[in-house]
């Protein structure tokens, strides 16, 4: 191995950086209920949060304000269908086309079940629809994090 692979391999990609970020804000949010005792999986139904679903967001830079309206709304409709709201994010500075939202689930069983009533809630529904007509959000990814410590 040379000097550039290695350095390359020690380099964190702005991706990791992102999501162990994710990470740490789950950690510190769900703090000592996310988990019974290390190591233990949750059981739905304790109130105990094991996994985060964290979602980036690549969105037109030019429609911030409509993404802010748009995760705002999911503030009672998340908790209303099953998730932990921990929060959506823009950056104050730097990259404008990024946003990013982080939601607690007990497991991932917990996160099915809040998927269906996600798609059955007439609120959910209308702002999955105002985000198709408005054409904000350009891409989507969700990476699910345990919480292990």
């Not at 949750?42 to 949060?49: C, D, I, P």
């Not at 964290?54 to 429609?63: A, C, E, V």
């Not at 993404?67 to 409709?77: L, S």
């Not at 823009?90 to 809040?114: C, K, V």
């Amino acid at each position: 191995m040379n000097a550039n692979e290695l350095t390359e391999l020690q380099q964190p990609t702005r991706r990791d950086a992102l999501v162990t970020l994710a990470a740490v804000g789950a950690m510190l949010a769900l703090g000592e209920r996310a988990v019974a005792e290390p190591g233990t999986p949750a059981k739905e139904g304790t109130g105990h949060m094991s996994i985060a679903c964290f979602i980036r967001y690549q969105i037109d830079p030019f429609q911030r304000e409509v993404f802010q309206k748009y995760a705002a709304t999911w503030h009672t409709i998340i908790p209303r269908c099953g998730g932990r709201l921990i929060g959506y994010f823009l950056p104050l500075e730097g990259t404008n086309d990024i946003g990013w939202g982080l939601i607690a689930f007990e497991s991932l069983a917990a996160y099915e079940s809040y998927r269906a009533r996600l798609r059955q809630d007439p609120d959910a529904r209308a702002n999955f629809a105002y985000s198709q007509s408005k054409r904000f959000v350009l891409r989507e990814e969700r990476t699910f994090l345990e919480v292990v410590g």
